[in-house]
């Protein structure tokens, strides 16, 4: 099974300011990444998949990169709506897939 | 408009069964693959189980293998959860999810349910 470690667990960043999460797999899995973001009390939302492809109605503020082994999900300038918890997912290959643990974002 | 009605959660005991569906509208239901995925309070997300579209495959974490069984209805466009032998740290939110394509594997979630909360408790 695929280990999937997002860091760091907190960011506190200030609405405006550019933000960067980072999420690393145990094994490549190409770019079989997805990024979903979750507010309280709500489902996790598709964001980015591919480890580059927005969804659908997804800001271009938020992008996504990488492959192999590392992954950046990057909001270029914070929104008040940003703040959330953010996981990533490999679904490479066979099922079971893993999330990364997730990484919170506080307003600073 | 895709949406997932979750139901079925509630409070069962330790060794209990509980049965949840998720009703799907907005989408050819038969042309996808679904998934379950559950989140602990507090705690992150945690993949489950998953069927290809028409049934013909299903994936289990090895969390719930052997205990719980996914299945699909294409005529109800409705997706199941058969839980049974229910453990204490089964307690969570659980989401139907479903996939962008129809094989049940290699393809992320792009819509969830609202979820239903599983209690599992004496």
């Known amino acids: 099974e695929i280990l999937m470690t997002q860091s760091p667990a907190t960011l506190s960043v200030s609405p405006g300011e550019r933000v960067m999460f980072s999420c690393r797999a145990s094994?490549?899995?190409?770019?079989?990444l997805a990024w979903y973001q979750q507010k309280p009390g709500q489902a996790p939302r598709l964001l980015i998949y591919?480890?580059?492809t927005r969804a659908t109605g997804i800001p271009a503020r938020f992008s996504g990169s990488g492959s192999g082994t590392e992954f950046t999900l990057t909001i270029s300038s914070l929104q008040s709506e940003d703040f959330a918890v953010y996981y990533c997912?490999?679904?490479?290959?066979?099922?079971?897939?893993?999330f990364g643990q997730g990484t919170k974002l506080e307003i600073k | 408009e895709v949406r997932l009605l979750e139901s079925g959660g509630g409070l069962a005991p330790p060794g209990g069964s509980l049965r949840l569906s998720c009703a799907a509208s907005?989408?050819?239901?038969?042309?996808?693959?679904m998934t379950w995925v559950r989140q602990a309070p507090g705690k992150g997300l945690e993949w489950l189980s998953g069927?290809?579209?028409?049934?013909?495959?299903?994936y289990y974490a090895d969390s719930v293998k052997g205990r719980f069984t996914i299945s699909r209805d294409d005529s109800k466009n409705t997706l199941y959860l058969q839980m049974n032998s229910l453990r204490v740290d089964d307690t969570a939110i659980y989401y139907c999810?479903?996939?962008?394509?129809?094989?049940?594997?290699?393809?992320?979630?792009?819509?969830w349910g609202l979820g239903t909360l599983v209690t599992v408790s004496s």
């Open positions: 907005g989408f050819t239901f038969s042309n996808y693959a």
């Open positions: 069927i290809g579209g028409g049934g013909r495959s299903t």
């Open positions: 997912q490999e679904y490479h290959n066979w099922p079971p897939y893993t």
């Open positions: 591919g480890a580059s």
């Open positions: 999810v479903k996939e962008m394509g129809v094989r049940g594997y290699s393809d992320p979630g792009d819509f």
């Open positions: 094994q490549s899995i190409s770019t079989y």
